[in-house]
């Protein structure tokens, strides 16, 4: 059986589509599974073991990409598509598709649910690993338990030329997200980076972003990391992490998967749909009453990240730095 993955972006979502590739291998241990992504969110899915090769959509390219890559699809002669992304150029992409049979995720937007099948309706308070799999559960009868597959084996040196052993404790920082009701004041992981040192001197702490975010976050107590590796290399790091914390954000999501202890700080985003999956993966919270508002805030500024202080982060952790 050959099947077709459509789920191009972004890449929380697409970590978070991960355990779907399991699922699959586990209903039909010889199927062969492709994944159809967004150009630049291809190496996510390059770390993935359970999928056989990586379709590229060019998004830029407009309609002449469209075609392109639904002629290179078509090629393949599919038995099933799967669209976990659920929007109107996903659902037309899979509609022009050969395939003898299409289904799409709970939730289908945009008026996609006009072309491809939603099999269920959604659940708001279901976690998007669980709405995922639950696809896949449609198509077997079956339940799963969500199982993350990466390949964390790309080693990038860049631990050993800072001098950090896998015997050493090491706290990562993730905190730049697309939004300002996903970003924790940068002067709070300042101010979390002295308590931990001054609990215990000999932690380490690293900071992951993109080239971009290099610089933004300074002290003397991080080690800026931005833009030093890809995103295999990123796996590798942060399963050697004692613990790592930072925003509802991809990289965040990647860390959890490949097992590391996880502190998500929450703002706007719908913890129920978004939140870690697993006994790894922990949300701090404010709780307050216009949560989650998705970016769309009413206040100056974003309460539901401000009353989250340093001590409260600092207190889930302690545990593990000691």
Not at 24 to 41: A, E, G, H, S
Not at 112 to 127: A, H, V
Not at 164 to 186: E, L, M, Q, Y
């Amino acid at each position: 059986m050959k099947i077709l993955i459509i789920k191009p972006s972004s890449f929380g979502d697409i970590i978070q589509a991960n355990p779907v590739l399991q699922a699959l291998k586990t209903q039909w241990p010889d199927c062969r599974i492709d994944w159809l992504v967004f150009k630049q969110w291809k190496e996510a899915v390059e770390i993935f073991p359970n999928v056989h090769a990586v379709k590229v959509w060019d998004r830029s390219g407009g309609i002449e990409s469209f075609l392109k890559t639904l002629k290179d699809c078509n090629k393949e002669n599919y038995d099933l598509v799967i669209d976990l992304q659920g929007l109107l150029r996903t659902a037309l992409f899979a509609k022009f598709l050969k395939a003898p049979r299409k289904i799409g995720v709970s939730g289908m937007k945009e008026f996609s649910w006009l072309f491809l099948k939603e099999p269920y309706k959604k659940d708001p308070e279901m976690n998007a690993v669980l709405r995922n799999l639950k696809t896949v559960t449609y198509l077997t009868g079956r339940q799963y338990v969500p199982e993350f597959k990466i390949n964390t084996d790309r080693e990038s040196g860049i631990f050993d030329k800072l001098k950090i052993t896998d015997t050493d404790k090491t706290v990562a920082f993730i905190p730049f997200a697309r939004g300002k009701s996903k970003t924790w004041n940068r002067q709070h992981y300042l101010k979390l980076a002295e308590m931990i040192k001054s609990y215990n001197e000999k932690i380490n702490i690293v900071i992951f972003g993109s080239v971009k975010d290099y610089g933004k976050i300074k002290s003397h107590h991080i080690m800026d990391l931005c833009g030093r590796t890809d995103i295999a290399e990123l796996a590798n790091l942060l399963k050697k992490c004692t613990c790592v914390i930072g925003a509802d954000t991809g990289a965040m999501h990647l860390a959890n998967a490949v097992g590391a202890k996880s502190v998500f700080i929450f703002g706007g985003s719908d913890i129920k749909e978004t939140a870690p999956y697993g006994t790894n993966g922990f949300t701090v919270t404010a709780n307050i009453e216009c949560s989650p508002c998705r970016g769309r805030c009413r206040y100056k500024e974003e309460r539901c990240l401000e009353e989250i202080k340093p001590r409260t982060v600092f207190d889930k952790i302690k545990q593990w730095i000691e």
